[in-house]
C-alpha cells in the first residue's frame, strides 16, 4: 500500500485509486489492428506510394497484426500479405508473401469458409500457387474446400465466359465437365462464398454455361416487335445472312455508326442479307425517333423497357454495346464482335458467308 493510501485508509475515508497504466496493460500489448494498416494502404495507394520497400513494410505491420490476431482478423491479415506479389518484388517480400501463405494452409486447412475463399481469391494459377493447391486439396478434411480447389483450376475461362468474353467449345466442355465431377462429389458442402451449396452452384452454373452462344452454335430464336408493332421472328429469315446490331441511342458509338449501316444496307440490297437490330433504349418511342430522323430503314426490334436488361440482350449476354453477330443461312453463329468490326473484317466475313449466287 502506498504512504498516501496509507494515511487515508488511516483517517478513516474510503477511496478507489485508479490503475496505473503498466497495472491496467495486459501482458502483451497490442501493437495495431488490421483496419489501420488498410487504411494508411489505401491513403499510400492514393498518393502513387507503392514502391517494393513500401509494400515491405506494409508486408510486415500485417504479420504483426496477424501474429496477435485471431480467427477472421488473422486471415484477414495473412490474406493481404499473400496479395502484395507485383512486378519486381524483393527476396524478402517474396519470403513473406511465402510465410503469410503457408500459415493459412497450416492454420485454417480445415476450415470451409476461410480455406475455402483462401484457394478461390489468393492462390493463383501459376506453378508455385498450383502446387500449394494440390497440397491443400490432398491435407485438408472439408469437402468445401476439396470443392474450392477442383473449380480453382477452371476459375479464369469460367469467370472469362460470365463476362461475355470469347471462349471456345471444348472450354465450355471443359468446364461442364468439371461442374458435373463438383456437383457429385461435393454437392452437399457449403459454398465459402455464398450461402448455398456446391450442388446448387454447380447446378446453376452449369446451365447459364450450356446457354452461352458460342461461334459455331445455332442461333437462339429471337421474337420482337418493330416500330409498326408487327411481330418479327429471327428464324423467318433463315435463307439470309443476318447481321445482329445490338444498339441504343443512348450509346454514342452506336450511333456513329448509322451512316456506315445505311451504306452496308444499300451496298448489299440485292444479296442474301439483311441487318436485323435490336433497340436498348428503355422507350419505344425513343426508337421510332431514332428510325424516322436516321433514316434505319432495316428491321429494328425494341428490346423492353429493361432497356440493356432486356430479354434479347440477355439470352445473347450482350455486356458491350454496340455488339454485332453475324449468322449465316443456315442460322448458325459464324462471328460475334463486341463493339464493331472494321469494315475490312466485315467485308471479308459477308464474302465467306454470302452465297455467291446472291451477292
Known amino acids: 500500500m502506498t504512504a498516501l493510501a496509507a494515511t487515508l485508509v488511516a483517517a478513516g475515508a474510503v477511496v478507489m485509486l485508479a490503475p496505473t497504466r503498466a497495472q491496467a496493460a495486459p501482458a502483451t500489448l497490442r501493437g495495431e489492428y ?86 478461390l481469391r489468393v492462390l493463383r494459377n501459376d506453378a508455385h500457387d498450383s502446387g500449394l493447391r494440390a ?88 421474337v420482337g416487335s418493330q416500330v409498326d408493332g408487327s411481330e418479327l421472328r429471327l428464324s423467318a429469315l433463315r435463307g439470309k445472312v443476318v447481321l445482329l446490331c445490338f444498339w441504343g441511342e443512348w450509346c454514342p458509338p452506336c450511333r456513329v455508326l448509322y451512316p456506315r449501316q445505311r451504306a452496308l444496307v444499300q451496298r448489299h440490297a440485292a444479296s442474301s442479307f439483311v441487318l436485323l437490330g435490336v433497340n436498348s433504349d428503355p422507350q419505344a418511342s425513343t426508337l421510332a425517333a431514332a428510325v424516322a430522323k436516321e433514316e434505319l430503314r432495316w428491321p429494328n426490334l425494341w428490346d423492353s423497357a429493361a432497356g440493356t436488361s432486356g430479354p434479347i440482350a440477355t439470352r445473347w449476354r450482350v455486356r458491350v454495346w454496340p455488339t454485332w453477330c453475324l449468322i449465316d443461312t443456315q442460322g448458325f453463329v459464324r462471328n460475334i464482335w463486341r463493339g464493331a468490326p472494321s469494315a475490312g473484317e466485315l467485308d471479308a466475313a459477308l464474302e465467306a458467308w454470302l452465297p455467291k449466287s446472291a451477292r
Open 135 to 222: 497440397r491443400v486439396s490432398e491435407a485438408t478434411r472439408s469437402d468445401s474446400v476439396r470443392a474450392a480447389c477442383l473449380f480453382h483450376a477452371i476459375e479464369p475461362v469460367f469467370d472469362r465466359a460470365l463476362d461475355g468474353g470469347d471462349i471456345s467449345a471444348p472450354e465450355r466442355e471443359g468446364i461442364l465437365a468439371r461442374l458435373v465431377r463438383i456437383g457429385a462429389a461435393y454437392g452437399d458442402a457449403k459454398h465459402p462464398l455464398s450461402a448455398q451449396t456446391w450442388g446448387t452452384f454447380t447446378a446453376a452454373h452449369g446451365a447459364t454455361i450450356r446457354d452461352l452462344i458460342l461461334v459455331g452454335d445455332p442461333a437462339p430464336e429471337i
Open 34 to 119: 488490421l483496419f489501420e494498416v488498410l487504411r494508411d494502404w489505401r491513403r499510400a495507394r492514393q498518393r502513387g506510394e507503392v514502391d517494393v520497400t513500401l509494400r515491405l513494410g506494409f508486408a510486415q505491420r500485417a504479420l504483426s497484426v496477424a501474429d496477435a490476431a485471431k480467427g477472421r482478423e488473422r486471415y484477414e491479415a495473412l490474406r493481404f500479405v499473400a496479395n502484395l506479389e507485383g512486378a519486381g518484388d524483393s527476396a524478402a517480400l517474396l519470403e513473406a508473401r511465402d510465410r503469410a501463405l503457408e500459415r493459412v494452409i497450416g492454420e485454417f486447412i480445415d476450415d470451409g469458409d476461410i480455406m475455402g475463399e483462401f484457394v
